[in-house]
């Protein structure tokens, strides 16, 4: 139902083609493809009714030849040629297919004057004039077959690519739905994130799931691969996580589960890095988990760092192995920078990478009474400098927690101007 109240019918989805619905378009569209012909070699030869007749049957056995031998060529010659030929640019495989188009349709125009010569026109091929005709028949056959046939594959591949986009940016709309980008707020604790997918969707995701009055789970995570299967993969984990939140307070035991489901469960070889944290606001502890991910760094007020790299492998390559379980108190003044591989190794026009050693260094170096929303703006802004117009080549998540000197909650932050200078905009 509309917005309007009133009801929308699904519009009919449109089947692909197959060799048999090609074929049998080729054999009813034929007697119309041969009427422009028949008039025009009608004309020529005097306009008179029996001159139609005679050039239309001839144009209509030249149609069904040609277009027969470019549907052989279609569904047989070029996939086979395919197969072989996987090195080749996509200006040669045009190039090869135009010239197996204009070899079917020579072909197609000498099998059709020997069918013309034995039946219905005894002696076609019987003098120069007839020859004649058969070359102006072959050119014009083989030129408009040719373009008939290439209008036909472009305007079926703008179709294909049309619903493709259309798929992709409603997966991309539901898939940033599901990111926060209004932070709750908690007290004492302040937190913001951003998401940049280098594609439509993305295969990084983060989520802050509440885990009780006084506690929360924080999440980061990065999927093998990119767009769609990455982003499946990502929103099957991120549920898994919320069902877990409310059964266990146990990080190491939901990370067993998590990879557990993905081991048992992903049948095309997906993996995932992952870091899952618990904060107790009661206690002001955090118990993490890192499975393979990049090591978030614990800022301490004091200049202190503290690597949170405690956990196991990455998730869905064993099962049934032990993560280790890491805590750290958090105390006023910290500040936690979490983030996926995609900020590191942002490449420039050298091909030199960012690097983790450059980002937790500049992370360090903000100011501590920033927001976590501004220092995200400030790494932001440097990395954006660094590509200097690159456009990353992989998704990228930043999670920033920070903890407040006192027990006021902090604001739920906007969004972040500076982050539109990021190419390929992410869910905020």
Known sequence: MNANGTHKLPSRARR?????????????????????FA?????????SWAALVGVYKVSLIFT????????????FVIPALGRGDTQLTKQRKILRD????????????????????????????????????LGMFTLLFAAVFIGVSYSYHFYQDSLTRARSEEELNLARRIQRSFLLSNFPSRPGIEMHALNVSSKQVSGDFYDVVPAGDRAFLLCIAD???????AALLGSMLQASLRTHAPITTSVG?????????????????????????????????????????????????????????????????????????????????????????????????????????RLVDLAGSLPAELSARESIDSIVGALTQFL?????????????????G??????????????????????R
């Open 64 to 75: 069904y030849t040609n277009g027969l031998m470019t549907w052989a060529v279609r569904w």
């Open 253 to 357: 035991t939901m990370m067993s589960n998590v990879n557990g489901l993905l081991c048992q469960g992903v049948a095309n070889g997906q993996f995932a890095t992952m870091f899952l944290a618990r904060v107790d606001e009661d206690a002001m502890r955090l118990d993490y988990v890192n499975a393979g991910h990049n090591h978030p760094v614990l800022f301490r007020a004091g200049g202190e760092r503290v690597v949170l790299d405690k956990g196991g492998p990455m998730v869905g390559i064993i099962d049934d192995v032990p993560f280790e379980q890491g805590s750290v108190a958090l105390l006023p003044g910290d500040r936690i920078v979490l983030y996926t591989d995609g900020l590191s190794e942002a490449m420039d026009r050298q091909k030199e990478m960012y690097g983790d050693e």
């Open 406 to 427: 006192s027990a006021t909650p902090g604001a739920t932050a906007p969004a972040a101007p500076a982050l539109a200078a990021l190419p390929a905009g992410g869910a």
């Open 223 to 229: 999927v093998s691969g990119k767009g769609v299967p």
């Open 16 to 36: 692909p083609a197959t060799p048999r619905t090609s074929l049998l378009s080729v054999l009813w569209r034929g007697p119309l493809y041969a009427i422009p």
């Open 39 to 47: 008039l025009f070699f009608g004309m020529l030869m005097g306009g």
């Open 98 to 133: 135009v010239a197996c188009y204009f070899a079917a349709a020579l072909v197609g125009s000498l099998t059709a004057a020997l069918i013309i010569h034995l039946t219905i026109f005894p002696g076609f091929l019987g003098s120069p004039r007839q020859f004649a005709v």
């Open 388 to 404: 200097d117009g690159e456009e990353p080549q992989d998704d990228m998540t930043l999670m920033i927690v920070r903890v407040l």
